[in-house]
């Protein structure tokens, strides 16, 4: 089985789990998300990561998704990976967002590593746009 693991600070991760239950068919036990609560410690993150991972078997694939390059929920998840031996099953990004964890949950069946590689990052180069108003010419002011 592939599983999409979502880590990130506060309640990011568990949010963004929530949003693809609605998006991609209800309750998923391929998702999987842990955040790093405000006043925790490294070392409680690390344990609900292990918590949150002890069903992922040898033969399985993830597909790790983090908030923040370097951030520690991303560091720390990829060390309780790396202590089960998971880590040449896992492929890793930060920076994530709705569309690329989207594109990750229903995508990674469906295709083969590379491909859902290249179509997780340009999911999240695609899915950032600045949304411009265009304003209304002067003269329809003057009709007020």
């Given amino acids: 089985m592939k599983y999409v693991v979502l880590v990130s600070h506060g309640t990011f991760a568990p949010g963004l789990k929530s949003v693809l239950a609605m998006l991609a068919g209800g309750e998923r036990e391929d998702v999987i998300s842990v955040g790093l609560e405000d006043g925790m410690g490294a070392d409680e ?3 609900k990561v292990a918590d949150a991972i002890s069903c992922i ?3 399985d694939e993830i597909i ?8 520690s929920p991303l560091t720390n998840a990829i060390e ?3 202590n089960k031996g998971l880590i040449g099953n896992t492929i890793i990004f930060g920076g994530m ?3 690329m964890a989207l594109t990750a949950t229903l995508m990674k069946d469906g295709v083969d590593t590379d491909m859902l590689r290249e179509s997780l990052m340009n999911e999240a180069k695609d899915a950032i746009k600045e949304f411009v108003l265009e304003s209304q010419d002067d003269d329809d002011d003057d009709d007020i």
Avoid at 64 to 71: F, P, R, V, W
């Fill in 45 to 47: 993150f690390a344990g």
């Fill in 57 to 59: 078997k040898e033969d």
């Fill in 64 to 71: 790790l998704l983090g908030d923040i390059i370097g951030g």
């Fill in 80 to 82: 309780q990976i790396s």
């Fill in 97 to 99: 967002n709705l569309a």
